[in-house]
Every structure is written in C-alpha cells, then in structure tokens.
C-alpha cells in the first residue's frame, strides 16, 4: 500500500517563504515521477510542478516559475516544494502525487498567504 504524507503547510504572509514535505512510503520511491497540485476553493485541481526519477527533469507552471522549485531526496523517499515570494494567489490546498503503475495521492496540506 502506497502512502503519501504531506507536511509543512500554514498560515504565511506574502512575500513569505514554506517548504512542503511530502514522504512516501509502501513503495520504490525512485520508481515514481513525483508531482504537486494545488486545488484553491471553488477552482479545480491544477498541477505546481513535477519532478523525474532522477530528478534531473522539472516542469512547473508558468504561474509558479521562478518562485517554486521542486526537488527530492531518493534516499529519503521524500519530495519537496520549496515556495518563495509567495502570494495570496497561491492560497490552496496542495497535494503531492506518485505517478508509475498509477496515480497516488497524499491527503493534502493547506497553505494560506495572507496578511
């Protein structure tokens, strides 16, 4: 059984700085290309950015370039979003997903910008 748990969410200013967690277990976690949505209220789930199995490929949305990055750490089997000049744009829910036989996800974290 594949689990996803995410971590590292709350309450930040804008401009401010989080970094989310995300730590698999059940699994090969150097087996999954490892992704991180959002899902903002009353909007659909859109993907943040992804991440290879070695980690030398990314993508990210436009509207995340250069102020997200994500990374991971095969020997940990955690993925990591690490998120700068955050904006209360980037309020949502955000959720990690494993994708190789099939999509898993974690329960999802909140993050909230606001003063």
């Known amino acids: 059984q594949v689990q996803l748990v995410e971590s590292g969410g709350g309450l930040v200013q804008p401009g401010g700085s989080l970094v989310l967690s995300c730590a698999v277990s059940?699994?090969?976690?150097?087996?999954?290309?490892m992704s991180w949505y959002r899902q903002a209220p009353g909007k659909e789930r859109e993907l943040v950015a992804t991440?290879?199995?070695?980690?030398?490929?990314?993508n990210y949305a436009d509207s995340v370039k250069g102020r997200f990055t994500i990374s991971r750490d095969n020997a940990k089997n955690t993925v990591y979003l690490q998120m700068n000049s955050l904006k209360p744009e980037d309020t949502a829910v955000y959720y990690c997903?494993?994708?190789?036989?099939?999509?898993?996800w974690g329960q999802g974290t909140q993050v909230t910008v606001s003063s």
């Open positions: 991440i290879g199995r070695s980690a030398k490929n990314t």
């Open positions: 059940g699994s090969t976690f150097s087996f999954y290309v």
């Open positions: 997903s494993a994708n190789f036989d099939r999509t898993y």
